[in-house]
């Protein structure tokens, strides 16, 4: 596959990310993962240092799904909407079996007072594969830069 399409499917996904999120898709987002998928979140510091402690680790798809559905049944929060921007893509790697891609984000919060705030920045590190229709994440690893994350981190960045 040549770069430019590569790039261009890169971006489809990354797309199909951000609207599950921000849309209030979220019964897609874990569709967007391999079975053995894992998502999880790092301070920056903690990555710099190499200290594996993530703040969130769902290291399945069906991690993902539980996490899901106790976002929607069980658990208790203010209603708040996301926006994504993602910036920044880069191959950084690329064999038979795996794409590995970096990129910044930015993440804005509204909630139901309708004030917009910065929400969180950071570093997202991907491990892609490629299922022959679409590709797959086999790992988000989200290195977020922001030093005091806000008690409402219910929903994935």
């Known amino acids: ?24 898709e979220l019964d897609q987002w874990p569709d967007l993962f391999t079975e053995d998928g894992c998502y999880q979140m790092v301070a920056r510091e903690n990555y710099t240092h190499g ?3 993530p703040l969130v680790l769902l290291d399945s798809r069906g991690m993902m799904q ?10 208790i929060f203010a209603a ?17 079996d795996e794409i590995s891609v970096s990129s910044s984000y930015i993440v804005v919060q509204t909630l139901d007072d309708g004030v917009t705030e910065l929400y969180q920045a950071g570093s997202y590190y991907d491990r892609l594969v490629d299922n ?20 409402l981190l219910a929903t994935p960045v």
């Open 51 to 53: 200290y594996p402690i």
């Open 80 to 96: 708040h909407r996301y926006r994504h921007a993602q910036s920044g893509v880069r191959i950084t790697a690329r064999d038979d």
């Open 132 to 151: 022959g229709d679409t590709l797959m994440f086999r790992e988000r690893l989200v290195i977020y830069d922001t030093s005091r994350v806000q008690t």
């Open 66 to 75: 539980d996490r899901v559905h106790s976002l929607k049944n069980a658990n």
């Open 1 to 24: 596959m040549d770069e430019q399409t590569l790039y261009f499917r890169i971006e489809r996904l990354f797309a199909r990310y951000c609207a599950c999120i921000d849309e209030d």
